[in-house]
């Protein structure tokens, strides 16, 4: 498996990893025109030349990031390369200067594991005006907020 930042060309399967996801309701869908305009942001996983996972670190201000667009193929569940995606993330985070991620969730266990912890999405308030208030969920939304705080990578 590679694990690659993506490019436009991945766009397509990136929409159809994280579409699949949202048709069982438990992702939001994603345009084709959102994923290209943030094409920068993801990092895709391949097997001989084919995504099978996708992943997104999206800054949202000065000190916090949010993961998001986590999607592995079902024909490559348990191979662990959701956790390689976040870690990448996380390291990329890092090297950012990001001290903060955070992540909104139905898999709670999942993130706990990198070191999560819950918060109350009221202390996401960037996330919260940027996006959330144009979802069809909000604000009633069911998805745990889970944060991690990093240690910066101190530049050589």
């Not at 995606?85 to 266990?109: H, I, P, Q, W």
Request: include cysteine.
């Amino acid at each position: 498996m590679v694990v690659r930042s993506a490019v436009v060309a991945d766009v397509p399967a990136i929409q159809r990893l994280i579409n699949g996801y949202a048709d069982s309701g438990v992702m939001l869908p994603r345009s084709l025109h959102s994923i290209y305009g943030q094409v920068r942001d993801h990092l895709v996983a391949l097997e001989d030349g084919v995504v099978v996972g996708c992943v997104a670190l999206s800054v949202v201000w000065q000190d916090l990031a949010e993961v998001r667009s986590l999607a592995v193929a079902q024909s490559h569940g348990g191979r662990d390369i959701g956790t390689t995606l976040v870690s990448r993330a996380l390291d990329e985070a890092r090297t950012l200067g990001v001290n903060r991620v955070f992540v909104l969730t139905y898999v709670e266990k999942f993130f706990r594991r990198f070191g999560f912890h819950s918060v109350e999405k009221s202390e996401l308030p960037h996330k919260i005006w940027r996006e959330c208030v144009h979802c069809v969920h909000f604000p009633d939304c069911d998805e745990t907020a889970l944060v991690i705080d990093l240690a910066p990578v101190t530049p050589d």
